[in-house]
């Protein structure tokens, strides 16, 4: 069985909770979950496969932990890692940057070689601009805990069923 690390920043507590659910939505695997703020930075290395979960901030910005841990992706071994990226946004505050932080870390670790499973489908939302979204999808599960909590358990579901064969 794969040793998936999650992995996830969290300032309010949401993105937090979401790793939460996806975590319990994906029982039965062998998943150990990691705040980045309390991550060495090595610790991706220890894993066969990844889940990563950031919010976004402000103009598009990683969420703060995110910002000061990412370059320690560089030295994750992700070539031929399976990954799987969830993003937390407020679609209606920041519609021109709606989950642009899961973007920032998809083009990061595409770029170190990792295979990105799990694109979500853009419908149910309103947004302008997102570098999330390549081929006409979010490149992983997208979630508004402002606006749209009420769905984020459906999404949650839908999502880890079909990213699951990829982790068993």
């Not at 794969?2 to 937090?16: D, P, Q, R, V």
């Not at 998943?31 to 598009?60: C, P, R």
């Amino acid at each position: 069985m794969k040793k998936i690390g999650l992995f996830y920043a969290s300032s309010t507590g949401n993105t937090e909770n979401m790793a939460t659910e996806i975590k319990e939505s994906l029982s039965g695997l062998n998943i150990t979950m990691h705040d980045i703020a309390q991550s060495a930075n090595d610790e991706m290395t220890k894993y066969d496969a990844l889940i990563i979960g950031s919010s976004t901030w402000g103009d598009g910005d990683l969420q703060d932990d995110w910002e000061d841990y990412i370059v320690n992706l560089d030295d994750a071994q992700l070539s031929g890692k399976t990954v799987a990226l969830f993003g937390l946004g407020d679609q209606e505050e920041y519609p021109d940057h709606f989950l642009s932080a899961m973007g920032t870390i998809y083009e990061k670790v595409v770029s170190l070689g990792a295979n990105v499973v799990g694109s979500f489908p853009t419908d149910g939302f309103e947004f302008d601009e997102s570098t999330a979204v390549v081929d006409g999808k979010f490149v992983g599960l997208a979630l508004d805990e402002d606006n749209q909590d009420d769905q984020s358990q459906t999404r949650i579901k839908s999502w880890c069923d079909s990213i699951r064969p990829h982790f068993a």
